[in-house]
């Protein structure tokens, strides 16, 4: 039957699934820890640094780790255990939170002396665990779910991992804003004088508790057996195989491309702290809250993934399965124009509801990407092609974060976001032209039943 002439779609089944549920909080809890990171450690190193391009060196050093390592990572999930390769990233995860949380509370012995450069490295050791853990739970997922279920999951899994993205951000700008306010005054104390900053210490340790609650979710998801094909394949071969069932289907291959240049070229989450400090002021007459630029980045960060968790809910109940290809190509265009617009604004709240809308029009293309994946990906195959989708995706939000940074150092702020939306602008129009199987593709067309077939004769 197809997916589009069901007409007992559920679109909570997924969610009375225990494992899967268990599975959401995980993600869930680990993006808000790892968004409240992100935010504080942009706003850390740009008051440290008032360099644009040590913003985007954020982004470059953590992905020289990731796509060094992210195809072994694909590697192993097809092998081992995923429940425990997530287990043994989530505690990288949790040692890096603890460094930064140990280094801003002793600001003098480290960030004093060694300036971004602990930082840094906290963030590369990041990248390391990101490349194994991105395969791992891409490729968990669909354990813990029927196949018939793969759509509805997706839908679900990107819905919860935008709320995290929506609270993370703005959680992080509101605790660090809060806790630099109120603490100096409430623990009077030789640290307040020597340039202590609750505000990091704070919030890096709310990461850290977030991170641990996280691999507690982990660790209560019932355990499935698994069986994995014996090969006699090297670890050459074996890479070689799925970049070559990536690179050779160009629905899968278009997609991928169509989102790694948007976000390459279209993201401006690298700059948000400059738009929040220098272009994007508030009058005296706005909220109190407002007039601190840490709450404002927060909210900055958090606005694309409030359209796009609200913009999840609606597909969960109405997915796109007409006119799919098209729809995708439109999204992307919409979502480099937004760019185009926020970089021209000068109004704060004009900027905010910008980033709404160019969250939900990206929340549209990555569940149709998303759902695209699970349909046609075999599952002895689907850690290493999820490695190879996060270096398509996933690794282009860092270097385009460089992007971003370097392109504001050589342009200037302003017309470098102009650039980036252009130049997405253009990579749909070239695209569409050029891989009319992606163009033309429709998931109503996919049904459950030729997706098991597909699966089973690869």
Known sequence: MSLSARSDYDAYVVLRNHDFRLFLAMRFFLTLGIQIQGTVVGWQIYEMTKDPLSLGLIGLTEAIPFMALILYGGHLADLYSRKKL???????????????FLFTLQPGDFLHQYGTFPIYAVIFM????????????SSFMPELVEKSQYANAATWNSTFWQTAAVSGPALGGFIYAIAQKWLPHVFHSSKTASNFNYGTVVSYGVVVLLVIVSIACVLFITKKPIEHKITQETLQERLGAGLRFVFRNQIIMGALSLDMFAVFFGGAVALL????????????????ILQDGATRLGLLRAAPSVGAAVMGLVLAHRPPLY??????????????LCMILFALSENFYLSFLILIVSGALDAMSVVIRGTILQLMIPYEMRGRVSAVNSIFVGSSNEIGSFESGLAAKLLGLVPSVVFGGTMTLGVVGLMSRVLPQLRDFELAKYTVSEADENKQST
């Open 86 to 100: 997530i287990v043994y990233t989530l505690m990288g995860y949790l040692v890096g939170a603890g460094l930064l």
């Open 323 to 336: 006119n799919t290809g098209k729809r995708l190509f439109g999204y992307v265009a919409g979502f480099g």
């Open 273 to 288: 702290p400059i738009f929040a400090e220098k272009i994007l002021t508030v009058g005296s007459q706005d909220w109190g």
């Open 126 to 137: 990041t990248g390391i665990a990101r490349a194994f853990s991105g395969p791992a739970v």
